[in-house]
């Protein structure tokens, strides 16, 4: 059993920046890999960064490369997407997940192949 809490989510002008967080406990973290997804309204939710348990592997959804970073921080069970240059579309619900199959080498994108979700936080991004 793993358990996900996130924070740092809020109301950010275009151009601002947020670091959200993701405290997990229940299981060893560094044997798993983690991801960050979000949803908006109507439409489905996405993979917006990945990580490997090791930390050494990662993954970005085209629209944030470069604006995103994804990090981990292993002793501490948690796992941090910085979030600069924000747009309007940055706007959802933001998740972190805990994939618990894969070895800790690798990540996966897939939202079915995640075990465990936080319970998500709001990212408002103003014009």
């Known amino acids: 059993q793993v358990q996900l809490i996130e924070s740092g989510g809020g109301l950010v002008q275009a151009g601002g920046s947020l670091r959200l967080s993701c405290a997990a406990s229940?299981?060893?973290?560094?044997?798993?890999?983690m991801g960050w997804f979000r949803q908006a309204p109507g439409k489905e939710r996405e993979c917006v960064a990945a990580?490997?348990?090791?930390?050494?592997?990662?993954y970005y959804v085209d629209s944030v490369k470069g604006r995103f970073t994804i990090s981990r921080d292993n002793p501490k069970n948690t796992v941090y997407l910085q979030m600069n240059s924000l747009k309007p579309e940055d706007t959802a619900v933001y998740y972190c997940a805990a994939d618990l199959r894969r070895s800790s080498y690798t990540y996966t994108t897939a939202v079915y192949e995640y075990d465990y979700w936080g319970q998500g936080t709001q990212v408002t991004v103003s014009s």
């Open positions: 990580i490997s348990g090791s930390g050494a592997r990662t």
């Open positions: 229940g299981r060893t973290f560094n044997s798993y890999s």
